[in-house]
């Protein structure tokens, strides 16, 4: 039946913390292509350029999306109810308003809907009142507001500085190569994004785990099959590092217009730093 069809691999393994299976991926996969082309043609219609700049105005949701999962995460686990007298009682509000309880919208996938709505909400209200600010500006309260109910958590600062250290060797090290082989600089902030992605499943599984006693798990399908093999997540990071590498270059060779090459930049910037910030915050709390 359809019903069971849709409970088994769409809401039991949301509620059973189990991740994700072949077929929620694909179906997961197609929905987002079409909205991404949906979401491209409305930038086209209402001529949101597409740069360096909408990067940075972006960025804050996307850290915003990661923060509050990671928020949720705290709370599930039973770690931020150990700190509701911290930041003058903020967190006991935070976990006292069950807002952030683990539910759909809190977790992957409505996360991220909820987080997209919220950025296309901001860009709405910034154009209609004609204040450009106004986008970047409640991004970045928002997700302000979160990272500090997380501050009080922190505490594998090595881990997370490791994480960081490897991510930010590759990202130099594509910023340097894009210049030499004559492709946009500001492309490699892809290949940072994915380097951080792949660094934080395999330090945080084949090492953390290991050295802390806690476990963690891989969610997603093919990335646990990689790291199965011999060599572990190690795989998965070289994995993430070539392709995205590959993915900008073939990106920034091909003939299309600038505006369609950053799009395609972007999103694959935001499948790399969303669950890379998610997993180096939670691994930072403990969570």
Known sequence: MAGDFFNDYFVKPIWDRVGYNPVNTLIYAVIALAFAFIIYKGFEKYKVKIDQK??????????????MRVVTDSIDSGVLQNHTGDLFGLTGIVVNSHIWDYGYFTVTPGVYFLTAALLFGSLALSRVLKKEEIFPGIGLVLWAFHFIILIPLFTYWSFALMIL??????????????????????????????????????????????????????????SDLLGKTAIGFALFFLVKVLFSSAAVFVIEKDDAKRQEKNYILLLLFIFGLAPGMRDVLRMLCGV
């Open 54 to 67: 909408f990067f940075l105005q972006v960025l804050p949701f996307i850290l915003l999306g990661s923060t």
């Open 165 to 222: 250290g490897i991510a930010g060797i590759v990202g130099l090290a594509a910023y340097f190569a894009s210049k030499l082989i004559g492709i946009e600089p500001f492309s490699s902030v892809v290949v940072f994004a994915h380097a951080l992605d792949g660094a934080a499943t395999w330090v945080i599984i084949d090492i953390f785990s290991k050295v802390t006693g806690r476990s963690y798990f891989e969610q997603h399908v093919v």
